[in-house]
């Protein structure tokens, strides 16, 4: 493994999702109107592949160039938390897209901000952070980062130890000779051909036309070629005569593949950096982006999105959580059942897991109904929790069963599930039906209430006593 972090390079967004529901047509005109639950900001393009690299593990550095206009400000705050930040001045607007869903399903984005990397130098911090890289990953937006004639120079100067990942992008620059791998998907690789000359490939074949493609790529570009297929993996070609293909696991129901290109180059990214192969880059890369794509993309992942300037209230996802009004719209559109539970969760023990293991088993996502700090308090008493509401919630969106957490604060979860609408209701077996005062909101709209097994001797309460007696 190389010592030096994994610098990303390239062009940042500003990316904006707006949830809620439609259900009339405008008085004035034959539109849908949208009422908007939620608004959630994240950084896109090369911002996002850094964030996504930086979830994964590793030190991570993001080179770009970023306004001072209320969308940069928000871009940097969104990504100072998570990694280290070397912004370049951009002249114009920071780009932006808004992008607005209706029930789960997109209907609409709108674009702003048409802004490029200024020329001049790209400054030390620049230079320095690039000579102690471990990897490189250029992320081309078509903005002008790539195209930065200092630092296109400073990335032409890396010693050959130094694996570079290129991303390109159809209004971005030739990726430099000597990539350790270039990550077009299957239409840029035809456009990128194409414009070097070369004829498209007879028609026929499932892999045909990417490898003939690919193979024209990596001779012009002096560097292997990925192409990905969507959801049929991707494709290496390093000059070989037999291309490696790297399949993908299947994604049942619709999709959003936004952000899968960056989860699967900055996938790679990390295993080159860590001395892999080629093959089990792109074979690991494949696995990564298709897990990305089965969890919702990247409106979806967490640890991804926070709220919009104004806070949440009662009810609304916590940050970093995913939204879990959305995603439970996203589950029922295509037919799927949503699955919730709620409580304390306030020291996470092999109860709790086991419990929401189970329950994730009933259905197609599960949500976890989160007592706020006030109402942990109101029900144990002034000790506690012991952990806040955020650190709880981020620790059990990490769980692999549990698809999306939202905090509330009543004293039981009986608003938030008349607003989610779960198909099952899950409890421990410790609780008696007469017990729940939240049953009667979920049958209402039709749900199940279950109860599951209680795994004995296992509390918080209990595991605190124990600590206090050493």
Not at 102 to 111: C, F, I, K, N
Not at 325 to 337: I, P, S, T, Y
Not at 382 to 391: H, I, K, Q
Request: hydrophobic share 45%.
């Amino acid at each position: 493994m190389k010592a030096g972090p994994l610098v990303v390079v390239g062009d940042t967004l500003l990316d904006v999702d707006l949830h809620g529901t439609a259900g009339r047509l405008a008085p004035d005109a034959p539109v849908p109107v949208i009422d908007c639950a939620s608004e959630r900001h994240r950084a896109g393009g090369a911002g996002l592949a850094a964030v996504l690299a930086a979830a994964a593990g590793g030190a991570v550095v993001l080179i770009t160039a970023l306004g001072t206009d209320r969308h940069g400000q928000r871009l940097r705050d969104l990504l100072a938390p998570r990694l280290d930040l070397v912004a370049l001045p951009l002249t114009g607007g920071t780009p932006c897209k808004v992008r607005i869903h209706a029930s789960g399903q997109p209907v609409a984005r709108l674009d702003a901000g048409a802004g490029r990397a200024a020329p001049g130098p790209a400054g030390p911090a620049a230079g320095r952070i690039l000579r102690q890289a471990g990897a490189v990953l250029v992320s081309d937006y078509g903005r002008g980062v790539t195209a930065h004639p200092a630092l296109r120079s400073l990335l032409g100067r890396l010693p050959a130890s130094v694996p570079v990942v290129w991303d390109p992008h159809p209004r971005g620059e030739r990726p430099l000779a000597g990539c350790r791998l270039v990550t077009p998907n299957r239409g840029e690789a035809r456009g990128f051909a194409a414009a070097l000359g070369v004829p498209a490939a007879p028609a026929g074949g499932v892999i045909g036309p990417a490898a003939h493609d690919a193979a024209a790529l990596s001779q012009a570009w002096r560097s292997p070629v990925a192409v990905t297929l969507g959801a049929g993996g991707a494709l290496l070609c390093t000059g070989e005569s037999v291309p490696f293909v790297a399949p993908a696991a299947p994604v049942t129901g619709p999709v959003d593949t936004c952000g899968a290109g960056d989860c699967f180059a900055a996938a790679a990214a990390q295993v080159l950096r860590a001395g892999g192969l080629l093959t089990e880059a792109v074979t690991e890369a494949v696995h990564r982006a298709g897990r990305f794509v089965s969890r919702g993309g990247a409106g979806a992942a967490p640890g991804l999105t926070v709220p919009g300037p104004a806070q949440p209230g009662p009810g609304e996802p916590a940050d970093d959580v995913t939204d879990a009004f959305a995603l439970a719209a996203r589950v029922r559109e295509r037919g799927g059942k949503v699955v919730a539970t709620g409580g304390c969760f306030d020291l996470l023990h092999a109860g709790h897991v086991r419990l929401l293991q189970q329950a994730r088993g009933l259905g197609d996502c599960l949500v976890v109904c989160l007592n706020s700090d006030a109402s942990v308090r109101a029900l144990k008493g002034p000790g506690r929790p012991l952990t806040s509401a955020s650190d709880r919630a981020r620790i059990l969106a990490a769980l692999a069963c549990v698809d999306a957490v939202v905090v509330f604060d009543e004293p039981d979860p009986a608003t938030v599930l008349a607003r989610l609408r779960p198909d099952v209701w899950v409890k421990g077996g410790d609780y008696a039906l007469g017990e729940l005062a939240e049953a009667g909101v979920v049958r209402a709209h039709g749900g199940e209430v279950v109860l599951l097994p209680y795994l004995a001797r296992r509390s918080t309460s209990a595991i605190v006593a124990a600590a206090r007696e050493g």
